[in-house]
Structure formats: structure tokens, C-alpha cells
């Protein structure tokens, strides 16, 4: 297997446009989880989908960010309108419903 | 407020000895802890985790030793090697899958 899959890897933009992160989990795994990391904040939680439903949200810093999971092989985390301090590198991980989650290579954004 | 607590930022050990990472926690719910490896511009990836009806998990060079009246685990590489220089994070969860992650401490292991 592949592994989680996270595209793009790096991602500059403008404060204002829209951002879109992908992730295509591990075949087979049940539960889908967005983590950021950030210096001061460390890694956090951001939301997770069990079975394509999200579960919990809470993470989700603002109405700015939103994440959808149309089916079991992908995932998004769209950020509109983005700002400077969402620069961070966004990891997704996919688990098959035990704790120890499988992470991608994560996506660097910065938004200048 | 950080629930998981790694206080060492960064450790450097030579190589064959041991390395001793710590952990602290302030919630006494937590039921299971992990720990994770990361090394730059890549993910975080699983490298041992414990139960809290266990004081002690072994795999291998890595052991993980869980003190729930101190709210403390600690990690132990033996020996450590060139290879197991990287960033481990110390990460918690109350029986669900959401995780609480500690701000992670970076090992060094000098040849």
C-alpha cells in the first residue's frame, strides 16, 4: 500500500484566495483525521470522519475552514478566504478503527 | 491548554547508550498512550503505545513505561542508534481516536 497520500506537498497563495488540501487515505481504513502543525500550537486535532461521516469538528479553528469526505478514498480541507496565520503543515492520517493512526507527508502551506 | 506535556525540547545521546524521553499528563482520563517518530518533511509515524491497565510495553530496542499515579511515561530506545535521530511525540487519548499531542522532543544520537 501507498500509504495516506496528501497532495500538493507545498502550497504558496495569496491571503484571500481559496485553498483546497487533499488526502486519499489507506484502502481498507475506516476512520480519516486533518491535524495541523504549527509552532506555537503544536500538532491539533482539526476534525475527523469515521465511515465518511464527520464525527467530531471541534478542532476547526473558524468558518473559514471546511472539510468534506465524498467517499472512502478521498478527503478535503478547503480553507476560504485564507490568512497569513493559517500557514502551517496540515497532516492527514487514516486509521482502521484502533489508535494508532497512519500518516501522510503532510502539505505545507503558506499564505503570504 | 496543553494536556500532554513533553518539558525536554531536544536530547543528545551517544550512540549505544540509552535515551530516556519523558511525558507528562494532566488529565486522568486519558486511557491509551502513543508514541510517534517523525523526521523532517515527513508524517509522524507510530512506534509504540500503551494501555493504562499496563505500567509496561516492550517492542523490541523501544519500551514504554506508564506511571498513572504521577501522570508520567516515559520512552526508553536501548541502545539507541544513528537512525533514531528524530522528533518524538508523546500523544494521549480519553478512549476515543481523538489525540492530544505533547510539543514533541528531538533526539540526537551522536556517533
Known amino acids: 500500500d501507498a500509504g495516506v497520500i496528501q497532495s500538493p506537498r507545498h502550497e504558496v497563495t495569496e491571503m484571500g484566495q481559496e485553498v483546497t488540501l487533499r488526502c486519499k487515505p489507506i484502502?481498507?481504513?475506516?476512520?480519516l483525521f486533518w491535524y495541523r502543525q504549527t509552532m506555537m500550537r503544536g500538532l491539533e486535532l482539526l476534525i475527523y470522519?469515521?465511515?465518511?461521516?464527520?464525527?467530531?469538528d471541534s478542532g476547526m479553528p473558524e468558518d473559514r475552514f471546511s472539510a468534506k469526505m465524498p467517499n472512502a478514498s478521498f478527503s478535503t480541507l478547503k480553507i476560504q478566504p485564507s490568512e497569513p496565520r493559517d500557514s502551517a503543515v496540515y497532516f492527514c492520517?487514516?486509521?482502521?478503527?484502533?489508535?494508532?493512526?497512519?500518516f501522510g507527508q503532510g502539505t505545507r502551506l503558506t499564505v503570504v | 491548554d496543553q494536556q500532554v506535556k513533553q518539558n525536554s525540547p531536544s536530547l543528545s545521546v551517544q550512540e549505544g547508550r540509552i535515551s530516556i524521553l519523558n511525558c507528562d499528563y494532566t488529565?486522568?482520563?486519558?486511557?491509551?498512550f502513543l508514541w510517534y517518530k517523525k523526521y523532517p518533511a515527513e508524517g509522524p509515524t507510530f512506534l509504540i503505545s500503551?494501555?493504562?491497565?499496563?505500567d509496561k510495553n516492550e517492542d523490541g530496542r523501544f519500551t514504554v513505561f506508564l506511571n498513572k499515579s504521577a501522570k508520567h511515561l516515559s520512552l526508553h530506545i536501548v541502545p539507541s542508534q544513528p537512525g533514531d535521530s528524530a522528533v518524538y511525540f508523546c500523544?494521549?487519548?480519553?478512549?476515543?481516536?481523538?489525540?492530544?499531542f505533547g510539543a514533541g522532543t528531538t533526539v540526537t544520537v551522536r556517533a
Open positions: 492520517a487514516s486509521s482502521a478503527g484502533t489508535f494508532e493512526a497512519f
Open positions: 484502502s481498507g481504513h475506516d476512520y
Open positions: 470522519f469515521n465511515n465518511n461521516v464527520p464525527i467530531d
Open positions: 488529565n486522568s482520563m486519558f486511557d491509551y
Open positions: 500503551i494501555s493504562s491497565i499496563k
Open positions: 500523544a494521549a487519548s480519553l478512549g476515543d481516536y481523538k489525540l492530544s
